[in-house]
């Protein structure tokens, strides 16, 4: 497959191809492409104006535009965005008989409405597609009599450049398969490999089973849930290690937003600790690093309420309005962006942080169409997302072992680009709750894990619960536990068997994902995955809360015929028992008997 992308450049369509080219007398396109293997390929498109005088006017910039000959149409596939709900990364599956546009909401790149990863399938092959933008994309599928065109670029988008201006645009990573669940696999593999934090350390990143309980303490999100205000203070957090300990296979301590003045209701901006903490975040970090935890702490830096201290340091602000209570740093400003950096290095060295949370809960697309200026729309976006880049990389330069964790609201920029830089350790604000007959947590959770896991390798959330159910629903190589700890009745015993299994599975997460049903929302079915390893893995198994069926029969993927395994289960009270069957009878298919509702088994399994 031959990649091009394209442009209109005063009306005119001209199509690039890789490398650079010039498309007018001081206007340069540099569709920098890359093989990364024999089935996957990546490009990033850049413009600069090399000359003295403004270049002229460009529009409908397409860092892919590729027609795809095939004589019947494509079948699509993808996620819902994360809208904090049910439909949050639900799959989206449908024949392409008809132009299909999509970009996602308000200027996240996986928020509501759009999801940056799709595979199309056609003719006995998959490819599976991958947008760089943290911000407003767009993706156009376009049906012709002799195949169709795929189209990606911003939805913003008519500018002229300034003389020696560059800007650059979507990043799109393609991997090619056959049918579509082995494509999704390379897909997975690809970006585990090349284009995430693995890429960096060498080894998979340690995502954290982490004590968590900002949104239990000090944020609640339900009436009967009472604020505890002694947990947001030196000593509170000190008890809160304390807790973490006694739990047991905890490996990171973490404190959300609750540590600087005014706290996260009007205080966004400030970067000086609250009162509870007259010594700073080093007393903490030091007690947690002294009992075998990385510090983790939460920042949403790109954000300056008005009346905090980076609001009224910082001379320039995206604003919407005099009135409107929130402002953006203007990170595609060289001298803002520069200039928090040094502010995030200092926090992060002096506070001795091992895991940088960025937290981000406005939409950026009203703030950077209203600070667009005539006849330059879209430039702002273009500008702000490329210096969020630069200060990320200039973090991971600056700290070579920090871990970067993605959040807005949620999962709503989980786009290649971020994943290349970060993990996401809060794939939806589904976990801001406790399971309830609203927030169907449980079973939100096996959906997103079916879903997302077929495309990211890294993303956690948080429970409430230390039930094994609920553990089992949620984890993945981490998890975050807002766990009730300061309860005098807290079981104890009970969160340490739960961490203590995460613990032990976590590795699994590294081998290859397959679903053994459908996301659903149907509480009468059952829900399973597997994990694969080259001579092991692990397979959940999930009865749902209104399920009659009592046994049901999975069979199992990866699995030598000709072999033996030993398999291990582990029931819902952590009763662990072991059987030996042949690789065929696990092809065939095993059958699983769960006596409870909303129950639960794990079975690992290994070469006999």
Not at 146 to 160: E, K, P, W
Not at 280 to 306: C, Q, T
Not at 473 to 482: D, L, R, V
Request: glycine share 8%; with cysteine; hydrophobic share 35%.
């Amino acid at each position: 497959m031959s990649i091009t992308g394209s442009l209109c450049y005063n009306g005119k369509k001209i199509i690039l191809t890789p490398g650079e080219q010039t498309v007018a007398e001081n206007l340069v396109a540099d569709l920098q492409y890359r093989t990364v293997s024999d089935n996957a390929e990546f490009a990033v498109l850049k413009l600069k104006n090399t000359g003295t005088a403004n270049s002229g006017q460009i529009t409908a910039v397409k860092t892919l535009d590729l027609e795809i000959a095939a004589t019947q149409k494509p079948q699509y596939h993808s996620l819902r965005g994360d809208s904090k709900g049910a439909e949050s990364f639900m799959p989206v599956d449908f024949m392409l008989t008809e132009s299909y546009h999509e970009e996602p909401k308000g200027g996240r790149s996986s928020c509501t409405t759009g999801f940056p990863y799709f595979d199309l399938s056609y003719e006995g092959k998959t490819d599976v597609f991958a947008i760089g933008w943290t911000g407003q994309w767009s993706k156009d599928i376009i049906p012709t009599d002799s195949g169709f065109y795929v189209q990606i670029g911003l939805c913003d988008c008519d500018f002229y450049l300034l003389p020696g201006e560059e800007v650059r645009f979507p990043s799109v990573l393609i991997v090619h398969g056959e049918d579509a669940a082995s494509a999704r696999r390379a897909f997975r593999r690809t970006l585990r490999e090349e284009f995430s934090p693995k890429k960096r350390f060498g080894t998979d990143p340690q995502l954290p089973v982490a004590v968590q309980c900002f949104d239990r303490y000090f944020c609640p999100s339900s009436p009967d849930i009472p604020v505890d205000e002694s947990w947001a203070s030196e000593q509170g957090q000190i008890r809160t290690v304390d807790a973490a300990k006694k739990i047991g296979n905890i490996d990171t301590f973490w404190i959300d937003a609750a540590w600087f003045t005014k706290g996260y209701a009007g205080g966004v901006g400030n970067y000086s600790c609250s009162e509870g903490f007259p010594n700073g975040l080093r007393p903490v970090s030091d007690y947690a690093h002294k009992n075998g935890m990385r510090f983790l702490v939460w920042f949403e830096m790109e954000r300056a309420d008005i009346g905090t201290e980076w609001h009224d340091l910082e001379p320039n602000l995206l604003k919407i309005n005099e009135a409107f209570p929130h402002t953006l740093i203007n990170l595609g400003d060289a001298g803002a962006r520069q200039r928090m950096e040094e502010n995030l290095i200092r926090i992060i060295s002096e506070y001795g942080i091992d895991i940088y949370r960025q937290d981000f809960n406005v939409e950026s697309l009203m703030f950077w169409r209203a600070n667009d200026t005539e006849g330059r729309k879209g430039i702002t976006e273009m500008k702000y997302v490329d210096g969020m880049y630069k200060l990320w990389d200039r973090l991971l330069q600056t700290f070579p072992d920090l871990l970067i964790d993605n959040c807005a609201s949620g999962g709503r920029r989980l786009d290649l680009e971020t994943c290349m830089r970060s993990v996401s350790l809060w794939r939806s604000d589904t976990g801001c709750h406790p399971d309830s007959e609203e927030y169907r947590n449980t079973i939100w959770n096996h959906n997103q894990i079916l879903s997302l896991s077929e495309y990211l390798p890294y993303h956690a959330c948080a429970i409430w619960e230390p039930d094994a159910y609920t553990v089992r629903s949620t984890a993945t190589q981490g998890i975050a536990f807002n766990y009730d700890i300061f309860n005098p009745e807290f079981d104890f015993e009970r969160a340490g068997k739960s961490a203590k299994e995460v613990q032990r599975l976590k590795h699994y997460w590294n081998g290859d994902f397959y679903p053994l049903c459908e996301a659903t929302l149907d509480e009468t079915v059952w829900t399973a995955y597997q994990l694969a390893l080259p001579d092991s893995g692990a397979v959940y198994i999930f009865r749902r809360d209104q399920s009659t069926e009592g046994t049901m029969t999975f069979a199992l993927n990866a699995i030598d015929s000709g072999k033996q395994y030993r398999l291990t289960f582990t029931d819902e009270n952590y009763n662990s028992w072991e059987e030996t069957y042949s690789g065929q009878d696990l092809l065939s298919g095993l059958q699983i008997c769960i006596d409870n509702p909303r129950n639960s088994v794990v079975i690992t399994y290994e070469e006999a």
